[in-house]
């Protein structure tokens, strides 16, 4: 029973334009929510989080929004440069972190 | 500067052998989580380590799967008669406190033949 889902295993974006990441989650008890980002045959790296009291932290270029009625967050990448490309994974910590499957970026040139 | 160090980064081993796999995590981090990704999954959990609390081992996948963590730093997991199905990239990441961004080591890719 996957806690955090991520739906579209892959996203394509013109270099220059906005990427959105989704991810859903089912378990009301999250209180924070974290994205990654993981080049191959490296370790995912940490970009992103966001307490469940907030509903937008922004980081230069990334963005994360959290609706809690829908229980859906979203990683804004605007604007997408090449080096974005990379698998982005979204996690959610109860009382340890549990992940999604991932969403492979492609920015296109 | 030191981050999590996981040895070795690849191994190769026969079906129904015992693995090792290491992980140093970052000096002062008390919490410590295993995880592994299979070809085109997400990351599983495994297990997780906090301090001297006992380990979530919720998500371990088998009773071939176990994993210890001596004196709060180094920690190893062990995989006995290894299967097929355990080939995967097995990650350990450590974090300051529990929940708090975890800083990923590079993995340990296994392979059973």
Same mark, same amino acid.
């Given at each position: 029973?996957?806690?955090?889902?991520?739906?579209?295993?892959?996203?394509?974006?013109?270099?220059?334009?906005?990427?959105i990441l989704n991810c859903d989650y089912t378990n009301s008890m999250f209180d924070y929510f974290l994205w990654y980002k993981k080049?191959?045959?490296?370790?995912?790296?940490?970009?992103?989080?966001?307490?469940s009291i907030k509903d937008k932290n922004e980081d230069g270029r990334f963005t994360v929004f959290l609706n809690k009625s829908a229980k859906h967050l979203s990683l804004h990448i605007v604007p997408s440069q090449p080096g974005d490309s990379a698998v982005y994974f979204c996690a959610a910590r109860d009382d340890k972190i549990i992940f999604g499957k991932g969403t492979r970026l492609h920015i296109l040139p | 500067g030191a981050g999590?160090? &996981? *040895?070795?980064?690849?191994?190769?081993? /026969?079906?129904?052998?015992?693995? /090792?796999?290491?992980?140093?995590?970052?000096?002062?981090?008390?919490?410590?989580?295993?995880?592994? &990704?299979?070809?085109? &999954?997400?990351l599983e959990f495994l297990i997780y380590f906090q301090g001297n609390s006992a380990p979530d081992k919720s998500g371990l996948? *088998?009773?071939?799967?176990?994993?210890?963590?001596?004196?709060?730093?180094?920690?190893?997991?062990?995989?006995?008669?290894?299967q097929q199905e355990d080939s995967a990239v097995y990650l350990c990441a450590s974090s300051l406190d529990l929940g708090r961004a975890l800083h990923f080591g590079n993995g340990t890719r296994l392979t059973v033949t």
């Open positions: 029973d996957q806690q955090v889902k991520q739906n579209s295993p892959s996203l394509s974006v013109q270099e220059g334009r906005i990427s080049y191959p045959a490296e370790g995912p790296t940490f970009l992103i989080s966001i307490s | 999590v160090s &996981q *040895s070795p980064s690849n191994k190769v081993t /026969e079906k129904g052998k015992d693995v /090792e796999l290491r992980c140093d995590p970052i000096s002062g981090h008390t919490a410590l989580y295993w995880y592994r &990704q299979s070809l085109g &999954q997400g996948p *088998s009773d071939r799967f176990s994993a210890e963590r001596t004196g709060g730093s180094v920690s190893t997991l062990t995989i006995q008669r290894t």
